[in-house]
T-cell receptor, first 111, second 118 residues
Framework: QKEVEQDPGPLSVPEGAIVSLNCTYS??????FMWYRQYSRKGPELLMY????GNKEDGRFTAQVDKSSKYISLFIRDSQPSDSATYLC???????????FGRGTSLIVHP | NAGVTQTPKFRILKIGQSMTLQCTQD?????MYWYRQDPGMGLKLIYY???????DKGEVPNGYNVSRSTTEDFPLRLELAAPSQTSVYFC?????????????????FGSGTQLSVL
């Protein structure tokens, strides 16, 4: 079993839809949870960062962490074609500086 | 505002050739990383460095070498290129926000080098 599991998709949705992207993990030591967005032929960029359990909201994006279930989610409200990208979850343990990445989910938002 | 700069952007190698992928950052970050990304497979860590003169292996180090003589530069060396090394390579850097725990949540990535070995 991989430490971080993420469905590669692709996930295709119409413009305006609510998108839910998810990752599961097996390492209970993970405390720091990140979502990176990667446009085609570009490097990933940090989108959201959450420490421990709970929710974090930034504009149309909400990150959720459920440590009891070892499950994290990224919600995108009112999705736009410009949100079309690959979304990678990443997580790290306290004291560790090396994040473990998921495979990434390819999201396509069509007009 | 350069950030992390990688060169070259594209390269085609023949089997057995050698090359160095260059990476430099101007943010004075201590930590630097090399990842490879194969289609649909996410990012796999090749090597990383926590400071000048210090390097360590990641998940997939075989066939690669690195050095870190300065804070700014972290080149990746392929000695005998093989078709299995065809991939997109990303360099990244970071600076831990909480030095007491060395937690490091934000990596800054370069734009990548697309390498084909034929």
């Amino acid at each position: 079993q991989k430490e971080v599991e993420q469905d590669p998709g692709p996930l295709s949705v119409p413009e305006g839809a609510i998108v839910s992207l998810n990752c599961t993990y097996s390492n209970s030591a993970f405390q720091y949870f990140m979502w990176y967005r990667q446009y085609s032929r570009k490097g990933p960029e940090l989108l959201m960062y959450t420490y421990s359990s709970g929710n974090k909201e930034d504009g149309r994006f909400t990150a959720q962490v459920d440590k009891s279930s070892k499950y994290i989610s990224l919600f995108i409200r009112d999705s736009q074609p410009s949100d079309s990208a690959t979304y990678l979850c990443a997580m790290s343990a306290g004291g560790s500086y090396i994040p473990t990445f998921g495979r990434g989910t390819s999201l396509i938002v069509h007009p | 505002n350069a950030g992390v700069t990688q060169t070259p952007k594209f390269r085609i190698l023949k089997i057995g050739q050698s090359m160095t992928l260059q990476c430099t950052q101007d943010m004075n970050h201590n930590y630097m990383y090399w990842y490879r990304q194969d289609p649909g497979m996410g990012l796999k860590l090749i090597y990383y460095s926590v400071g000048a003169g210090i390097t360590d292996k990641g998940e997939v180090p075989n066939g690669y070498n690195v050095s870190r003589s300065t804070t700014e530069d972290f080149p990746l060396r392929l000695e005998l290129a093989a078709p299995s090394q065809t991939s997109v390579y990303f360099c990244a850097s970071s600076s831990p926000r909480d030095r007491a725990s060395a937690t490091n949540e934000k990596l800054f990535f370069g734009s990548g080098t697309q390498l084909s070995v034929l």
